[in-house]
């Protein structure tokens, strides 16, 4: 392996650099020493080279991507000329920048034998070539928030676990034989979850790392020999007409065989109206009967995807390993000496761990833990305005980026720029005339005379990360969440939120209610329609102040006037069996929950039931009982002897109302 003369000691050095870029745990778990000659005792460094390059799955993945030989590497002192290695990321992947210049041409080659040569014009190369920079514009880097700039995807990215929610998927063989194939049950890495050669919706809530999950799989097969990795980011202007022209292409060579398939990764099906997304759909399906590939599409829960016969799959949450990875690694992105053991451990002693399954409220908790702030409420909302005043008291202070010039203008200041933009704006996405034309009235209201608004939002974006551009004419508020968070600030510091004018309830609405002093009508009006029952859950989950028996009562009655969002079945005298469509009840408080119970068994029916059932099972799982005034109605109500069986994760639980007599 190694040529005839070359000096122990070269190699020792080699190695050391080697193992610190992409095996630092070998540093720190296996001896290896960082002076003189000695390697792990006084093992031969060829043989210790030759073990790392041959077994350690970072080296592999080099190896096997595509690249020119490891061994060659070694031996001539280069490094592989498909991408350039910048160092070691988070997880157990290498982060690389892409050479778009070797990348675009290498994917062209594979679409060319995917549809034959004989396909080839000019006009098709440019549009390829479109494609494929926008999607590795899009995926490279992330701009996580309160970050000053965007960093490569593989430094921060945490490689997402997924939970198929189907228990096997048919699929159809070379020779159309129909074969059934069981699915894992439990979360599995993203490598486990490609080798099943099958579509899917790939389908979250908010901040879960959805659309990074395409990008780190667009990012890991671009140098596949067997995928052709496409991108389309249906909120992109054309997007949808890309992708027809794509599946419009294909469907006439869905006969063809050519050794590649195409990896079709389609992200945002929420972000587009409901005609929008009904002809991603028929595209989808045009696609899907060409037999061309497999595509994975992203979309929030709680949507309808319509048409399309596909198996979900679920985000997993982060487990114990994935938060210390990504809290190490956003530690140092952020320039934040927080430990990730004490402070996880800390908030999971506190009992608010559920933060730190979400990769979004994860990201918050650490700005909000580099500042000297406390962390006391569940809420999102809360969150958010926590980890905004840190960023604020950051910036005030001088700290992060110091040493460059900027305005006068504080921090409290900024955050009001970026609330008046949001709120100006219906999308996160917005022109660039929008944003500078709000910054300048902005800036109007301020004492300090001739500043630049183009000179503001370009340092907000640097320092806070929330508002940044994407192009000469485009900026986007990196989440959706924090959008409507500061819109809806803006409506409610601004004194034009009424809950009797709203006339579209929807998640903006819902945070200026949260806002507000008493939310009580805002979550009886929500309850009046079926559409907006969405906007109540955004409430009653992030500490809404209102009147708890009002708001029980009222969810009582939306739920006896929508009789079909709910199961309930009376087997026995004294036994139930009840099921919510939507089990929203685990993000009450329990100070709610007290008072729904209360409320529910004063007088029967079935849906009172069902959410007395509800009540009791959840106070359950928290290690509650009933209050004594609740247990004295319950019994008067039920009978001691009464049992209930509810419907949760999955699986049917059996409810004592005996179990919930108080201490």
């Known amino acids: ?119 080839e014009t000019a006009e098709l190369k440019d549009w390829f070539n479109r494609l494929q920079k926008n999607g590795f514009a899009d995926a490279s880097y992330v701009q996580c928030v309160g970050m000053h700039g965007p960093l490569p995807i593989q430094q921060i990215y945490q490689p997402t676990k997924l939970k198929w929610q189907v228990p096997n998927v048919t699929l159809t063989g070379a020779a159309g034989k129909r074969v059934t194939i069981d699915l894992p049950q439990l979360p599995v890495t993203p490598e486990i979850f490609f080798k099943y050669p099958t579509n899917a919706a790939v389908i979250a809530g908010p901040g879960w790392g959805k659309t990074t999950f395409l990008h780190h799989l667009l990012i890991n097969n671009c140098k596949s020999d067997k995928f052709v990795p496409i991108l389309i980011t249906l909120r992109r202007t054309g997007a949808i007409d890309d992708l027809k022209k794509l599946a419009a292409m294909l469907l006439p060579l869905r006969k063809i065989s050519r050794g590649m398939s195409l990896l079709l990764l389609v992200d945002g099906y929420d972000e587009v109206s409901t005609p929008s997304r009904k002809i991603v759909s028929e595209a989808l399906m045009t696609f899907q009967a060409s037999g061309m590939g497999r595509y994975y599409l992203t979309c929030r829960e709680f949507y309808e995807i319509f048409d399309l016969k596909i198996p979900y799959v679920r985000i997993a949450p982060f487990d114990e390993e994935d938060q210390e990875r990504f809290v190490q690694s956003f530690a140092a992105a952020f320039g934040s000496r927080i430990k990730p053991g004490p402070m996880l451990a800390e908030l999971r002693e506190r009992g608010l761990d559920d933060l730190l399954h979400h990769p979004l409220l994860l990201a918050l908790v ?119 968070y500061l819109a809806a600030r803006y409506w409610v510091e601004k004194g034009g939120f009424s809950p009797k004018l709203v006339t579209k309830w929807n998640s903006r609405a819902a945070y200026a209610a949260c806002l507000g002093h008493d939310a009580t009508s805002a979550m009886k009006t929500a309850l009046s329609r079926k559409d907006w029952f969405p906007a109540f859950i955004e409430m009653l989950s992030n500490d809404a102040p209102f009147d708890h028996p009002a708001v029980a009562r009222a969810l009582v009655q939306h739920y006896e006037s929508n009789p079909q969002r709910h199961f309930y079945e009376r087997t026995e005298q004294n036994r139930i069996s009840v099921h919510l469509e939507q089990d929203f009840i685990r993000v009450s408080s329990t100070k709610f929950l007290q008072d729904l119970a209360f409320a529910c068994c004063v007088a029967r029916s079935r849906a009172s039931d069902t959410f007395f059932a509800y009540a009791i099972s959840e106070l359950r799982d928290r290690d509650q009982k009933l209050s004594l005034t609740s247990y004295a109605q319950a019994i008067r109500t039920f009978g001691r002897q009464f049992r209930f069986s509810v419907n949760r994760y999955g699986g049917w639980e059996s409810v004592d109302l005996e179990a919930m007599t108080p201490d």
């Open 366 to 484: 650490c700005i909000v833990k580099s500042g000297s702030m406390s962390l006391h409420s569940r809420s999102v909302l809360t969150l958010i305005e926590r980890a905004l005043e840190t960023l604020s008291f950051r910036w005030d202070e001088g700290k992060g980026v110091a040493r460059e010039q900027k305005l006068p203008v504080d921090g409290r200041a900024r955050v009001q720029c970026l609330m008046r933009i949001a709120f100006h704006s219906k999308e996160p996405q917005v022109d660039g005339h929008t944003v500078m034309e709000q910054a300048r009235a902005q800036l109007d209201l301020l004492r300090w005379e001739e500043l630049d608004e183009k000179q503001l939002v370009m340092e907000t974006a640097r320092f806070y990360g929330i508002l940044v551009p994407k192009d000469d004419s485009r900026w986007e508020f990196v989440h959706k969440t924090l959008h409507d």
């Open 1 to 119: 392996m190694v040529k005839n003369g070359r000096k122990k000691t070269d190699f020792c050095a080699f190695l050391r650099v080697f193992a610190r870029c992409f095996a630092p745990e070998l540093v720190q778990n296996e001896g290896f020493r960082d002076q003189g000659s000695g390697v792990r005792g006084n093992e031969e460094p060829e043989r210790l080279v030759e073990e790392l390059v041959l077994s350690h799955p970072s080296a592999l993945k080099l190896r096997n991507g595509g690249a020119p030989s490891v061994r060659r590497w070694l031996m001539v002192g280069t490094r592989p000329s498909c991408d350039r290695v910048s160092g070691m990321g988070s997880g157990p992947y290498p982060s690389f920048e892409i050479n778009l210049g070797e990348t675009v041409p290498y994917l062209w080659e594979g679409f060319l034998k995917l549809i034959g040569k004989d396909q």
